[in-house]
């Protein structure tokens, strides 16, 4: 059977900013021991849509129902950070007290070398606002507890990556917000967006559109909030930072061309934690590790969650098939002429999964459902296309739940029955199995 369409991720590249430290308000702060996750109260008027408050065992390895490891030398992730990113859990791992902890460690006695640590993002990249509403996502956590005197390299961060990079589309087009980041100990927070071309463009990468360096007071010894919302229901857009609530950053649509920002935030995300070791951002503000940088420093976690209100609802129905994933169009909401059909994580607002009959044909992105190349043979893949009115863009659902194409005689297919988010989807002898059942919903 033919290998199915996949999504690969990309890796952030650096965010060097060097900014005036200014003063955000500090909030109550709780110790790390004995704290329980509580996720944050739903906000007036939004309907909490995702949440994790990490409740595991103590010392069991992530939940990967919910979370995958991003695993690999940091030198692969195009920001210059020297640590090999591990799903041990000696470095991730449940405390018992309803936590999720990254934890970097180092062993030798070249500062430069033998660190080991963290980094986790979300199964689902289905985080967004619909048009004309607003998505808030928003995490408890603790900066790890060392200081500019013992803290020199360190780089944690709570972030997002646009779902787009996941079918391909190249950083940073598809967009990245940094909610929480901060460098070498220092009693701070910075915020980010990253958008346009690299390097240079409308959003200064490799730079990005940034807050520049915010006090916080407290946030590596005490939980602190720390969220983003972006809202599609004011004009321009906004894209806005919150630390305790306080909204101490703010980024408008009307700052780039309406392309960019289009590319960068009209769409969903999936949410990142990550503990680096050096690299370009530490070396911004004086560089690290060096000798006095201490081992076993720990991003600490309590809760994350995801809310929404508002925005227009989507038209059309989604097709549901293998492993309750839905027919795709690869990408995000562009549908070009010959863009793979695929299976993916159903996406409330997402155009390109809701798809309405026209006489025999589907349709989505204001084109068909179709048979690439107007082949016959079984693994012929599916696409989406001009509608044409010719036989290929045909089909009709049967009574044991596949989608038959009368020209071609075979059934709507996902190869080998297979479920992850990706699989392109072909035709082949309708034979009744599971991998052909596909409902619309």
């Not at 700052?255 to 070791?277: E, G, K, R, S």
């Not at 690290?288 to 038209?315: H, Q, R």
């Not at 159903?346 to 190349?373: E, P, Y």
């Amino acid at each position: 059977m033919p290998s199915s369409f996949t999504r690969k991720p990309w890796k952030r590249l650096l965010v060097l900013v060097a900014a005036a430290m200014l003063p955000v308000a500090a909030a109550v702060t709780v110790s790390q021991q004995g704290a329980q996750a509580v996720v944050p109260a739903t906000p007036s008027g939004f309907t909490l849509t995702w949440s994790d408050d990490f409740d595991g065992a103590s010392g069991a390895g992530l939940d990967t129902s919910k979370w995958k490891y991003d695993t690999g030398p940091g030198s692969s992730f195009g920001t210059g950070e020297i640590e090999t990113m591990t799903n041990s859990t000696s470095n991730v791992y449940y405390d018992g007290q309803s936590h999720l902890v990254l934890r970097a460690l180092h062993s030798g006695s070249d500062p430069a070398s033998g660190w080991t640590s963290g980094r986790v993002e979300t199964q689902a990249a289905t985080f967004g606002a619909a048009p004309g509403g607003v998505v808030r996502m928003e995490s408890r956590l603790q900066q790890p507890d060392v200081t500019t005197a013992n803290g020199a390299g360190y780089w944690p961060a709570f972030w997002m990556l646009g779902a787009p990079l996941r079918s391909g589309v190249t950083w940073p087009k598809s967009g990245e917000i940094d909610i929480m980041e901060n460098i070498n100990g220092r009693p701070s927070t910075f915020a980010a967006m990253h958008c346009g071309v690299n390097p240079g463009g409308p959003c200064n990468e490799s730079t990005g559109i940034t807050s520049g360096e915010r006090a916080c007071g407290g946030c590596s010894t005490g939980f602190h909030n720390y969220a983003v919302e972006i809202d599609r229901s004011t004009s321009p857009e906004q894209v806005r930072f919150y630390l305790d609530g306080n909204n101490f950053y703010t980024i408008s649509a009307n700052q780039v061309d309406a392309t960019t920002w289009a590319d960068a935030i009209d769409h969903p995300f999936f949410i990142i934690y990550d503990l680096a070791i050096g690299g370009g951002f530490p070396a911004a503000f004086g560089g690290g590790p060096n000798a006095s940088t201490v081992s076993g420093g720990k991003l600490v976690i309590d809760s994350v969650a995801v809310y929404n209100k508002g925005g227009s609802a989507v038209s059309g129905k989604t097709i549901k098939g293998p492993g309750g994933k839905c027919v795709d169009v690869a990408g995000d909401d562009t549908g070009g002429d010959g863009t793979a059909v695929q299976l993916w994580d159903c996406q409330a607002n997402a155009k390109d999964q809701h798809w309405t009959w026209n006489g025999q044909t589907l349709r989505t992105l204001g084109k068909c459902l179709d048979i690439a190349g107007g082949a016959n043979a079984a693994g012929t893949k599916l696409q989406l296309a001009n509608c044409n009115g010719g036989g290929y863009q045909n089909w009709v659902a049967q009574s044991d739940g596949s989608m038959k194409n009368p020209t071609t005689n075979r059934c709507m297919d996902s190869p080998s029955g297979a479920t992850a988010n990706g699989t392109r989807l072909q035709i082949w002898d309708c034979n009744g199995a599971a991998a052909q059942k596909f409902s619309v919903v």
